[in-house]
């Protein structure tokens, strides 16, 4: 590791094996390291900054909240993003600056986070305090007036075992009212620390690319088909963590200019396959606002600032929400494999239980999801046994037409019941050219069990499962035809 003054040398500016990112104003350059070490082991481990904490190390409880600024894509100065630590891999930090919960301290003075936690008992044991803190800190610089709703959102991925949420959200609500301290703008000293040739780093045998392009990254994928393509790490970061698996090669996409594309076209939501959760969503629920209770719910603002669509698509777990939601509104993919392109849909993408359509060496470019059409009504449901932060027991999508009272197209998928995600052609036989009545419903209720052979695990036994779906059809048919239904399904949440 070298420390270096920014207004400094670049000692090894173009030493493509280094990973270079700004820590508490000065530059940092590692290099000979894991590449899949996480960045919480580097700070406790090597830099032995303790103040960022290790609980579950899956992105669970939150103990390990940093934030990292980063320059943003369309050129306009930088963002800052809470993340999960303990399941970032170091090289995922280069280009950026990481702020841990020891930057935020001027000196004596504690930061206005760190004030409003002490005046309002917000900390017991102060386990989880760090990462309380953090959380707010990006609250903070991206909201200068939150709601206790912003609030309960931002700490959605934050656990505390003994002080207890209400002074905690007292803090938060408090926090803007004391002498504000604005983050320093580091956009410049991020721009110099910008790379010319891609991040390739080789340790011991394993091998990490940050693929700039495309074509580089599809070269990469001919020359390595096996190897291990990593996005925000929501998933593989606990491959390592949890199940202590060694990767040989990894192929970061993050850096990939094509894959981190957002736009809407006259037809579609084109999404790249690299784009996180916390960008993609609010445009995609600008055009679908039935998916908004489902991708607020979808983890945490960390895991959704990491994880992208394209990862959860990728992995293809039978509990993913994203494609639940995605495959009823007729989502398809665009794949890669050397120069070739071609086009799937997302229907039909799932083989069998995390088994998919990608050939060795292919990847996700882009998800196209059509833009909505009048006459339909689309919605979403997820059903976990707590409110934020928890894999779906059971998830399900709709898209209904109706005609003069007749049901003339609908599509349901469901997520949590089988081996993977996919739609309910039986139940939407039952209901398609019948007139949308609660009798039409009871008897596509009846279709879900022909659907689905549902799963029975620690969430929720299969008989649990199948009455939740049934029940989840029941409630969507009873939202279309009372819309005040709606809120009051939603835990009294209202925006
Ligand atoms: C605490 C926690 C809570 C979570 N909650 C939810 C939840 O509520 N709902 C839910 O659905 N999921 C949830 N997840 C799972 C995870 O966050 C999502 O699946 C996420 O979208 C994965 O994206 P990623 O970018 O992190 O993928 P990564 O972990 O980087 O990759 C996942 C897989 O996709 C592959 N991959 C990534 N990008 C591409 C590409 N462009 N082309 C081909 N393959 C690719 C990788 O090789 C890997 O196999 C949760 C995870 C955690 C840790
Ligand atoms: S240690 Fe629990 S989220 Fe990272
Ligand atoms: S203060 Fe003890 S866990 Fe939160």
């Known amino acids: 590791m070298v420390l ?75 963002e800052l ?20 919960v020891e930057s935020l301290v001027n000196g004596e003075e ?7 936690m002490v005046d309002y008992h917000a900390s017991q044991c102060g386990f989880c305090t760090p990462g309380f803190i953090m959380s707010l800190f990006a609250l903070y610089e991206t909201n200068p007036n939150p709601d206790r709703l912003d609030i309960d959102d931002a700490l959605a991925g934050n656990l505390c075992r003994c002080t207890g949420y209400r002074p905690i959200i007292t803090a938060a609500l408090e926090m803007g009212f004391l002498p504000r301290q604005t983050w320093p703008d580091r956009t410049m000293a991020l721009k110099k620390i910008q790379r010319k040739e891609s991040l390739q780093i080789e340790y011991q045998g394993r091998r990490f690319f940050a693929p700039e392009n495309c074509a580089e990254l599809a070269s990469l994928l001919q020359q390595y088909p096996g190897a291990t393509m990593l ?39 084109d999404i790249g396959g690299a784009v996180t959760l916390s960008e993609a969503v609010p445009i995609v629920v600008e055009h679908y606002p039935g998916f908004d209770e489902l991708f607020r719910r979808f983890a945490s603002p960390p895991i959704r600032n990491a994880g992208t669509l394209g990862g959860n698509i990728a992995n293809g777990s039978p509990i993913g929400d994203s494609m639940t939601a995605f495959m009823v509104v007729g989502t398809s993919l665009v794949l890669r494999c050397g120069d070739a392109e071609r086009d799937v849909m997302l229907d039909g993408f799932y083989h069998d239980y995390m088994t998919n359509d990608l050939q060795p060496g292919e990847f996700v470019v882009r998800i196209k999801i059509p833009l909505p059409t009048e006459n339909a009504v689309v919605s979403s449901q997820k059903w976990s046994k707590r409110f934020d932060q928890d894999i779906s027991a059971v998830c399900t999508a709709y898209r209904l037409v109706v005609d003069d009272g007749t049901v003339s197209s609908f ?34 209720c009846q279709a879900i069990a022909a659907d689905f052979a549902p799963i029975s695990d ?37 925006r």
């Open 4 to 78: 270096l003054d920014l207004q400094g040398q670049l000692r090894r500016m173009s030493d493509a094996a280094v990973i270079r990112f700004i820590l508490d104003g000065e530059l940092i350059e590692v290099d000979n390291v894991d590449p899949t070490r996480t960045v919480l082991q580097y700070l406790r481990e090597d830099l032995r900054r303790m103040g960022t904490k290790e609980g579950c190390a899956e992105g669970d409880c939150g103990a390990c909240t940093v934030v990292l600024a980063e320059l943003r894509r369309d050129g306009k100065g930088v």
């Open 81 to 100: 993003k809470a993340v999960n630590s303990c399941i970032q891999f170091l090289p995922t930090l280069d280009g950026k600056e990481l702020i841990t």
């Open 110 to 116: 504690l930061h206005p986070v760190q004030k409003a």
């Open 231 to 269: 996005a925000g790490g929501t998933d593989v970061g606990l491959w390592v963590t949890k199940q202590h698996r060694e990767l040989d090669v990894v192929i970061y996409t993050g850096k990939v200019a094509e894959l981190c594309e957002l736009q809407v076209t006259a037809t579609h939501i």
């Open 411 to 444: 599509r349901m998928a469901c997520g949590g019941l089988a081996a993977t995600v996919s739609r309910a052609r039986n139940t939407e036989a039952a209901v398609v050219g019948q007139p949308w009545t609660e009798a039409t419903i009871e008897n596509a």
């Open 458 to 494: 620690m969430r929720a036994s299969a008989n649990i499962r199948l009455q939740a779906s049934q029940n989840m059809l029941r409630r969507f048919f009873a939202e279309t035809q009372d819309e005040e239904l709606e809120t009051v399904y939603m835990y009294g949440r209202q």
